[in-house]
């Protein structure tokens, strides 16, 4: 991957092995400058190997690590210019919060008068003005993180990194601190790494997203693009809620019909040029009620959740598993035990080769 005077991070067949286990395994990608950029995937995959790499806290074992257009491959992280939010905030419950937002320019050597002005105006930035005489304990959950984003955007650096830092907080008060971020984002205009396991943080908050696996980068593109155009069975299932079945691809009057579990089952046609065995992928979002459907089946589960109903199918097909399909709105017209057919969404289904 050649350098781009665009791009402010870029990975070049980066790896990692501890002893006999490669955590990370010749990945490249690139983060632009201005973008919030992520890093998802399940825990153990080498999202936080790669932002420890990233930020100078690891070394790779091969490849190169370049910051701002310069190869930072072996630099200590005290001359990156990049800043780190951890999940385990770590502020200094001795000092106020404008003392804990300034620690790093009275380290830097930074003047009070500037100082003090930089506080004030971060704070404000967060949302957390007037709070500088308080200490870290007085604090809500969602304010703590306020103040720990503030200190580490106040140096500001070239590149923000952060290792889930919302992962421990509750899904409301997670989800107010995604919409806070992707504010703080666009008024700063900074350059945001994000490393998770979340994918619905994920994909709220990327302009680009990279899904990870056992050391490998799956697929890098925007969360709309990963989302309906999957390039892996693993990416399909890990980012959003999916059902996988097994299939067969055939050549039918020179179009492409895959079929699905056998006199039970069902079928449909793919623009995909594919034949043989084949793993296909539907949203349950990409199901529709319909008299006479392409998949018929009995509900064996609901779950009314307010905006949407999520239903539990079971296939006339011995050889489908269960079929988990989402209803949007107000109306619920299908209850536990009814029989019901539904037909898909032309061109929904994402099919892989086996």
């Known amino acids: 991957m050649a350098t781009s005077t665009d791009s402010l991070v870029e990975l070049h067949d980066i790896s990692k092995e501890f002893g006999d286990v490669t ?12 973008e919030f950029f992520s890093l998802v995937g399940p825990s153990g995959c080498g999202k936080t190997t790669t932002l420890r790499m990233i930020s100078g806290f690891e070394t790779p074992t ?20 990049t800043n780190l939010v951890f999940q385990h905030l770590s ?11 300034g620690y790093g320019l009275k380290k830097a050597g930074v003047d009070e008068t500037t100082r003090q002005e930089k506080i004030s105006e971060y704070l404000e930035l967060v949302d957390l003005g007037g709070y500088e005489e308080r200490k870290p304990d007085e604090l809500s959950g969602g304010q703590q993180q306020r103040v720990a984003l503030a200190r580490a955007l106040v140096n500001e650096p070239s590149v923000l990194l952060f290792d889930e ?35 619905e943080v994920a994909m709220t908050l990327s302009d680009r997203l990279a899904v990870m696996n056992e050391g490998k980068i799956e697929q890098i ?28 691809a055939r050549l039918e009057g020179g179009r492409t019909v895959v079929d699905v579990g056998g006199e039970g089952g069902f079928s449909f046609v793919t623009d995909d040029a594919v034949e043989g065995d084949v793993t296909v992928s539907i949203r349950p979002e990409d199901f529709r009620l319909a008299d006479d459907g392409t998949f018929e089946g009995r509900v064996v589960e609901r779950y009314f959740q307010g905006d949407q109903t999520n239903y539990v199918v079971e ?20 209850s536990r035990g009814d029989r019901a057919a539904f037909e898909i969404v032309e061109d929904a289904p994402v099919v ?3």
Do not use: C
């Open 62 to 81: 091969g490849g190169s690590v370049w910051l701002g257009g310069g190869d930072k491959t072996g630099v200590p992280p005290n001359e990156r210019d």
């Open 165 to 199: 830092p919302l992962s421990s907080l509750d899904r409301k008060l997670r989800k107010q601190m995604q919409v806070e971020l992707r504010k703080i984002h666009e008024k700063t205009q900074g350059s945001f790494f994000y490393v998770t396991h979340d994918q």
């Open 221 to 248: 593109g925007t969360p709309e693009e990963i989302y309906r155009e999957p390039a892996s069975a693993f990416v399909a299932d890990f980012i959003g809620d999916t059902n996988l079945f097994d299939g067969r």
């Open 315 to 334: 296939s006339d097909d011995a050889d489908i598993a269960d079929v988990r399909i989402v209803m949007q709105g107000r109306e619920t017209p299908v």
């Open 91 to 101: 502020l200094f419950p001795h000092m106020t919060v404008g003392e804990n937002v």
């Open 23 to 34: 955590a990370v395994d010749g990945i490249d990608f690139a983060i632009e400058r201005g």
């Open 352 to 354: 892989f080769q086996d």
